[in-house]
């Protein structure tokens, strides 16, 4: 069984890459966390960024780390400051954002996640889509690709609910044309990330409606259309506020559960931020919140967490201070 982020050969730690939801611009950059054990977490560079976007909007969102089969390490993150575009470029609408949003994402590489390559902008989307938001990465077994996936409206319906698309890379230097992976019938749907265990690949989505919360389906391939809603994850959503939860992302625990962290939106400033959920499987559906196990030194903002090795944290560490 293996994580579809990539990880060393036995995890020792956690990197948690992300951003922090403030109201000036230091805020959408990317941070550092890490773990030893994924349940107690702490600040890296003293609560201040590792990275910052020079390029774009100058500012970085949603952000995902893949290993890459070569070794090395890359980020991608949405290309969007709303300290620096909100109430100017974009009238304090959303929805102009939603359609007039950059069609970019950035991007960095690093070989030992210290030194990183200057940021740069992929134009993976062109004039018929809208704003490119909250990259993923896996890694297609088969074909021996990369896909990235994001979610955006598109020309196609009008620039109405959101769905799911893909580009394919051997090295992220080229990319193929975009193209559909999901669309769900009766709403948007955001923030895709994708895992496999025992052979099946499963997807979290954030439905924007119907229900208004996150759901988890199960398939055969990464890009396949055959997916199926998991019902006991469904179950276990419902007993959860509507609405509030967002940025799914996954990660297999020392002990071999799962913990699925959600991005928790439902008030303004000091409480939001990642929650966790366990459980035994993925295969199950049944995560449950269990703030009690553990510990941040602040509300992490949609990101990606990577395994790692001890040689790395503390690598990180030494570079980067707590």
Not at 24 to 37: A, I, M, N, R, W
Not at 190 to 207: C, M, N, P, Q, T
Not at 258 to 277: A, N, T
Request: proline share 4%; aromatic share 14%.
């Amino acid at each position: 069984m293996r994580m579809m982020k990539g990880e060393p050969d036995m995890t020792e730690a956690y990197l948690f890459v992300h951003f922090k939801e403030k109201e000036t611009p230091d805020g959408e950059q990317v941070y550092f966390g890490l773990s030893k054990d994924g349940f107690r977490w702490e600040q890296v560079n003293g609560g201040r960024p590792v990275l910052e976007s020079v390029l774009g909007e100058k500012g970085v969102r949603d952000h995902t780390i893949v290993r890459t089969r070569e070794g090395g390490f890359c980020i991608l993150a949405t290309d969007l400051s709303l300290a620096n575009s909100f109430h100017g470029k974009y009238k304090g609408d959303w929805g102009n954002i939603g359609i007039d949003g950059s069609k970019c994402l950035s991007l960095w590489k690093s070989s030992d996640l210290i030194h990183w390559s200057e940021q740069r902008l992929f134009p993976l989307g062109d004039d018929s889509f809208g704003c490119l938001w909250a990259p993923d990465i896996v890694h297609d077994e088969r074909s021996g690709d990369y896909i990235v996936h994001w979610s955006s409206s598109h020309a196609s319906n009008g620039y109405g609910p959101k769905a799911i698309y893909y580009s394919r890379t051997r090295d992220f230097e080229q990319f193929s044309q975009p193209e559909l992976l999901c669309r769900k019938e009766d709403s948007g749907i955001i923030d895709s990330a994708i895992y496999v265990e025992d052979g099946s690949f499963y997807r979290f989505l954030k439905s924007e409606a119907n229900p208004a919360a996150i759901v988890l389906e199960k398939g055969t391939a990464v890009a396949g259309d055959d997916y199926v809603r998991v019902e006991a994850f469904d179950a276990e959503m419902a007993k959860l506020e509507q609405g509030v939860y967002e940025a799914p992302t996954a990660f297999r625990l020392p002990d071999g559960r799962w913990c699925l962290m959600l991005d928790f939106y439902g008030v303004q400033g000091e409480g939001q931020g990642y929650v966790p959920f366990v459980a035994e499987s993925l295969a199950s559906g049944r995560f449950i919140r269990s703030d009690e196990l553990f510990s941040f030194p602040y509300g992490f903002k949609h990101g990606t967490v990577l395994p790692i090795s001890t040689e790395e944290y503390d690598r990180i560490k030494a570079r980067f201070g707590g």
